[in-house]
């Protein structure tokens, strides 16, 4: 149980070009969900928390106006890269959590290269 | 923010070897939470600590909660090579993680 998927796993854009990542929970429903970006040999900086119809909290440098979340169902959440750059280029890992604990289930991450 | 930091940043074992590791924070937790990354993939949550002072084991992995709630360890016995990874320690309620502990298992 407690399985996330991600989709896309990977994907190469185009610069200025819009990017979306989805974010589904399979077997549970989650009342929060997160995402995280990693760049390589370092740890996961969270980007923004989710809760169900409501709107995302992003993390202090995180622009909101960018990284465009949507979390429509319990099960869903969207990030969408705005008019992505080069520097956007990472490891994008999304999580989910149901209420009352703190464990998160990761999905296996989405690496996006802008070029 | 809070922060937290793990320590070693990396090791490197011979297979069968014990390894420890632990995480600090200058903040107290409710929560201690251990996962580990494989290459390119997601974490994956190995341990979950509630209570200080308890200690919680997962096979050859044992987690144990410190009692002044501003650290936790990570122990694992008789390494071996599919242990290679990278652990994270989370304090639960801010979701945030350290910096990681690498660990090379060396056959």
């Known amino acids: 149980g407690a399985v996330v998927s991600q989709h896309p796993s990977w994907v190469i854009c185009k610069s200025g070009t819009s990017v979306k990542i989805e974010c589904r929970s399979l077997?549970?429903?989650?009342?929060?969900m997160f995402w995280y970006r990693q760049f390589p040999k370092q740890s996961l900086m969270l980007m923004a928390t989710s809760n169900e119809g409501s709107k995302a909290t992003y993390e202090q440098g995180v622009e909101k106006d960018k990284f465009l979340i949507n979390h429509a169902s319990l099960t869903l959440s969207t990030l969408t890269v705005t008019s992505a750059h080069p520097e956007d280029s990472s490891f994008y890992i999304c999580?989910?959590?149901?209420?009352?604990?703190?464990?998160?289930?990761f999905g296996p991450g989405t690496r996006l290269t802008v070029t | 923010g809070q922060q937290l930091n793990q320590s070693p940043q990396s090791m490197f074992i011979q297979e069968g070897e014990d390894v420890s590791m632990n995480c600090t924070s200058s903040?107290?937790?409710?929560?201690w939470l251990w996962y580990k990354q494989d290459p390119g993939e997601g974490p994956v949550l190995l341990i979950a600590l509630y209570k200080a002072g308890e200690l919680t084991s997962n096979g050859r992995l044992t987690a144990q909660f410190g009692i002044t709630r501003k650290d936790s360890f990570l122990n694992i016995s008789a390494s071996i090579p599919s242990d290679v990874g990278i652990y994270f320690c989370?304090?639960?309620?801010?979701?945030?993680f350290g910096p990681g502990t690498r660990l090379s298992v060396l056959p």
């Open positions: 903040s107290i937790f409710n929560t």
């Open positions: 999580s989910a959590r149901v209420a009352g604990v703190y464990e998160q289930y």
């Open positions: 077997d549970f429903q989650a009342t929060t």
């Open positions: 989370s304090g639960g309620q801010n979701f945030v």
